[in-house]
């Protein structure tokens, strides 16, 4: 169990790393505000999900494209309203996708890539909208279990899974 502990830990030093130009810009800490699953706010589940996608991704094999996994997971959800508000409830879970890869692409100037795998994260909810890369798919299971997670009250994930 402590050697487990320990790769984990590293590997969440590295992920702290790759995470804090995300965690410091004004456009994604702007999400803070703004609740998403139980008491998660949208930033709190997009650092979630990126936390997942990267432990997810670090166990498979083949070539990892790291930074395109980041950004992906940290603007999969930045569609920038309140959802639980009258206005975003309506089809909330069809339409954000794509308001989201809109929003990341006018604020981020994202790839193809990175565009696609933000449109096609809510599979198999949005039956048509399946997932096209290794990082989409990694990114949709990821959105799955910290949703999960989130619902049923988990608050605390990074300590708990980092062993810190």
């Known amino acids: 169990m402590r050697g487990r502990r320990v790769r984990?830990?590293?590997?969440?030093?590295?992920?702290c790393e790759l995470a804090k130009p995300f965690e410091q810009d004004?456009?994604?800490t702007a999400m803070k505000q703004i609740r998403h699953h139980g008491r998660a706010s949208v930033f709190d589940h997009s650092?979630?999900?990126?936390?997942?996608?990267?432990?997810i991704q670090a166990r498979l094999?083949?070539?990892?494209?790291?930074?395109s996994m980041m950004k992906i997971a940290f603007l999969h959800?930045?569609?920038?309203?309140?959802?639980?508000?009258?206005?975003?409830r309506r089809y909330h879970g069809y339409r954000h996708p794509v308001i989201a890869a809109e929003?990341?692409?006018?604020?981020?100037?994202i790839s193809n890539k990175v565009y696609m795998a933000?449109?096609?994260?809510?599979?198999?909810?949005?039956?048509?909208?399946?997932p096209t890369s290794k990082e989409a798919w990694i990114l949709c299971l990821a959105d799955?279990?910290?949703?999960?997670?989130?619902?049923?009250?988990?608050?605390h994930w990074a300590k708990r899974y980092a062993g810190l």
């Open 8 to 15: 984990v830990a590293s590997l969440y030093r590295r992920f």
């Open 26 to 28: 004004p456009r994604l």
């Open 47 to 55: 650092r979630h999900v990126a936390w997942w996608s990267y432990r």
């Open 61 to 67: 094999p083949g070539k990892k494209d790291v930074s």
């Open 77 to 88: 959800d930045y569609f920038l309203y309140d959802r639980k508000s009258e206005d975003g």
């Open 103 to 109: 929003n990341a692409d006018r604020d981020f100037d």
């Open 118 to 130: 933000i449109v096609t994260h809510m599979w198999p909810e949005v039956i048509w909208s399946v």
């Open 144 to 155: 799955k279990i910290c949703a999960v997670q989130e619902y049923m009250g988990r608050r």
